[in-house]
């Protein structure tokens, strides 16, 4: 069986531009133990992106304390913050997280990026969907079958909590979001200690940066694999 690859070739370049695939493949390798996950292949890239989330999470710090207190609250509201907008903004920003992060297959994978390019009107050229869920890579056979890449390796993903959103900045009708959102992910292809693999899981979070208009529409879309280390469970 003659195979093509029509995905990108493996090396560096291949590594950056599927940060999400590759990283899920380090945390879940098949030695009979759960090792870490790497998402990208640089050492200053780890370290530009470590300090983006740091800024992130000191703004999502301040804004909790801030609505923690009723100064804080009369200032949010001064600006023009509405709560029950934040409510239904919410509700768009975990549907999008459910439909980014839930996927079974590379098939599952496929749909969940088509889908997103449709309900939010996303292009490939944005850097959601071209850096940090790219095309699923795979390799076809003379019959046109695919091999998808995520399936050789038996990985699933799935929301593993609500997600955390706090507001960052609200300009006329755009709201603009932080939200933190944490990933269980598990492997078909995982056997520690003759433990089902359905119980080996490893979680890490992500953090999506986002703007919402008033009649929903997402725009700005980003997102960026948290560093440290994963939590897993045995």
Same mark, same amino acid.
């Given at each position: 069986m003659g195979s093509t690859d029509k995905g990108a070739e493996a090396g560096? #370049?291949? &590594?950056?531009r599927n940060a999400l695939v590759v990283g899920v493949v380090a945390l879940l390798v098949t030695t009979g133990t759960v090792t870490g996950l790497t998402w990208g292949s640089q050492r200053s890239a780890l370290d530009a992106q470590q300090q983006t989330i740091t800024g992130f999470q000191g703004q999502l710090t301040s804004v909790k304390t801030a609505k923690s207190d009723q100064v804080g @609250?009369? &200032?949010? @509201?001064?600006l023009g913050v509405s709560e029950s907008r934040i409510h239904d903004d919410a509700q768009i920003v975990d549907r999008l997280a459910k439909t980014a992060f839930t996927w079974g297959? #590379? @098939? $599952? =994978?496929? $749909? $969940?990026?088509q889908e997103l390019k449709e !309900? =939010?009107?996303l292009s490939e050229d944005e850097q959601f969907l071209k850096q940090f869920m790219p095309p699923a890579r795979f390799n076809e056979d003379a019959s046109g079958k695919r091999y998808y890449y995520i399936d050789t390796q038996g990985l699933n993903s799935a929301l593993n909590a609500d997600t955390d959103l706090e507001v960052m900045k609200v300009t006329a009708d755009e709201y603009? =979001? $932080?939200a933190q &959102?944490? +990933?269980a992910v598990t492997s078909d292809a995982v056997s520690q200690?003759? &433990?089902?693999?359905? !119980?080996v899981k490893s979680y890490r979070t992500v953090l +999506?940066?986002?703007t919402v208009n008033a009649q929903g529409k997402v725009s700005g879309l980003s997102a960026i694999p948290a560093g440290g280390l994963t939590r897993h469970s045995r």
């Open positions: 560096p #370049g291949f &590594v950056r @609250q009369d &200032v949010l @509201q001064s297959s #590379g @098939q $599952a =994978y496929e $749909a $969940a990026r !309900r =939010y009107h603009t =979001y $932080a &959102v944490e +990933i200690n003759k &433990v089902a693999p359905d !119980r +999506i940066y986002l």
